[in-house]
């Protein structure tokens, strides 16, 4: 159980971001270049979603919804919470100070062997989208993941899907996950001082980071799990990550609400399939692109493959990431895990 300082510092964070999101929203409505389904234009229900990130481009439909203007279209008011880690994400949802996360599915198995019944109601991708860099200090004796014995490697959270993956890629090839050391350096700037200062010898982080790690010449790649192919080589086929996942409790309470949810993102992941890289970096908040705008259009061009098109979970998805978990989790590869409870496809079916 979370202490009661954490609790708090918690609620002061999503009280803050909170704050921001909704300042941003109104200077967005005074420029005409979005919008802001938070910004009290909305009368209908209101929904809080806690972002494993706002502005990772692995969780770019999120904020894309809101600035299409989709969620207010359903007659949504959607605030949208940030927390780097997806592992604290998960915990604001169990502890019921938001109503979904947008964040990993593997979430939905982890929290499913623990007693609490989560589950993926809109799939947002079919790959996981991160990417494993060393530095350019440790690219020496780190040449594949069969090297990771002895190293400190960065991830967003301990817990977290970067720490399931990190682990994972170790023990497929090889190394046990005692052997090396995860370490929590979040993301964006945090992680790019980690790797540029020698705390982390590599580590597992998302676009814009990597582009803006791969231009300054900090690190380069070492395994790339943004596209179907990286996916399938790396973890054995293909890992459905990024998606809108809510307390099932929850979902079977308020059907319509979660029915609206799903036809604003299934409008947007069908609008990102039918535009440009350009065209979608375009309509994202400018200080996304933190290395610039070209940067941040590549960064966009690079992590698009890892999207769904319709929101709809992909048929061999689930038991990918079942296995993938229990290969280093015991909690996992000891729990009857129920797979079709993890996941509904039942209000993306009816979006399409």
Known sequence: MRSISSTRRLRLAAAAVTLAIALTGCADEVSGNGANSGGGKTSGDTVKIMVGGLDKVIYLPAVLTQRLGFFQEQGLDVRLLTEPAGVQATTALVAGEVQGV?????????????????????????????????????????????????????????????????????????????????????????????LQQGSIDGGMTTDPTVAQILAQGTGKVLVD??????????????????????????????????????????????????????????????????????LYVQAVRNTLPMFTRDGVMPADGPKTVHDVLKAFNPTIRNADIDLEKTYTTEFVRKAG
């Open 225 to 294: 799990l943004r596209t179907p192919e990286g996916s399938r080589a790396a973890l054995g086929g293909l890992y459905p990550a990024s998606s809108l996942y809510m307390n099932t409790s929850w979902v079977n309470g308020h059907k319509e609400t979660v029915h609206k949810l799903a036809g604003a993102f299934v409008k947007t992941l069908a609008w990102m399939a039918a535009h440009s890289p350009e065209e979608i970096a375009a309509k994202m908040p400018a200080d996304y692109a933190k290395g610039g705008k070209e």
């Open 102 to 194: 947008v964040g990993f599915y593997d979430h939905t198995l982890d929290l499913q062997a623990k007693g609490k019944q989560v589950e993926s109601v809109v799939q947002l991708a079919q790959t996981p989208g991160e990417v494993e860099v060393v530095s350019k200090k440790a690219e020496d004796g780190l040449a594949s993941p069969a090297d990771f014995k002895g190293k400190k490697l960065g991830v967003t959270g301990l817990g977290s899907s970067t720490d399931f993956l990190t682990k994972y890629l170790a023990v497929r090839n090889g190394v046990k996950v005692g052997d090396f050391t995860p370490v929590a350096v979040g993301a964006g700037q945090t992680f790019v001082s980690a």
